[in-house]
């Protein structure tokens, strides 16, 4: 059974900094890629970030320069540190596994930063 637990989220303020975790469980994440996605109420989920399984990422013009995303292969671990937050990033955060075949979320983790 594959399970993605997110954690890390919570309540900071504007100029702030979280480290959001995204623990794999039935699959090597290595192999997969991996991104953070968020959904603001009312509003679509989106992309944040990706690590691709030859450790390249991408990210999102909004958070570029301030959000980077990491893997810990060890671990099974994927990370996003988020630094100089805004009030708009307040989202609900998404951990996903990808391959092409198939593809795995997490429960989310709310992330609200205040002004």
């Known amino acids: 059974q594959v399970q993605l637990v997110e954690s890390g989220g919570g309540l900071v303020q504007a100029g702030g900094s979280l480290r959001l975790s995204c623990a794999a469980s039935g699959i090597t994440l290595k192999i997969y890629t991996m991104g953070w996605y968020r959904q603001a109420p009312g509003k679509q989920r989106e992309l944040v970030a990706r690590i691709f399984s030859g450790g390249s990422t991408n990210y999102a013009d909004s958070v570029k320069g301030r959000f980077t995303i990491s893997r810990d292969n060890a671990k099974n671990t994927v990370y996003l540190q988020m630094n100089s937050l805004k009030p708009e990033d307040t989202a609900v955060y998404y951990c996903?596994?990808?391959?092409?075949?198939?593809?795995?979320w997490g429960q989310g983790t709310q992330v609200t930063v205040s002004s």
């Open positions: 996903n596994a990808d391959n092409g075949a198939y593809r795995y």
